[in-house]
């Protein structure tokens, strides 16, 4: 599969069904730097994992989109509720 983006995506989503796999094995908190996997869930990832098939279909499946599907409900909670605390903040401020 090499360095093309298709090939990229389907390391990822190995290394991600691994992590998936080891979060469930493991009771324990964050992975130690000697665990931590090699690369970073950057925007430009985040953007191609959670891209959709022309058939409709997910390019993840299984818990590898469980996960993303929570951290991305997780993001617009915390979005909201930042973009709620500001909106206090500023009529406390004047």
């Known amino acids: 599969m090499g360095t093309t983006p298709l090939g990229l995506l389907h390391a990822k989503t190995t290394e991600i069904q691994y ?3 080891q979060l469930k094995q493991s009771t324990k ?3 130690d730097a ?3 996997p090699e690369w ?3 925007d430009l990832l985040w953007q191609q994992l959670m891209k959709v098939q022309p058939s409709g279909q997910p390019i993840l499946s299984g818990s590898a989109a469980a996960i993303l599907d929570e951290a991305k409900v997780n993001a617009v909670k915390r979005r909201s509720s930042a973009e709620a605390d500001a909106g206090r903040l500023q ?3 004047g």
């Open 29 to 31: 908190p964050a992975a």
């Open 19 to 21: 992590l998936a796999h």
């Open 34 to 36: 000697s665990t931590r």
């Open 91 to 93: 009529k406390t401020t």
């Open 40 to 42: 970073k869930l950057d």
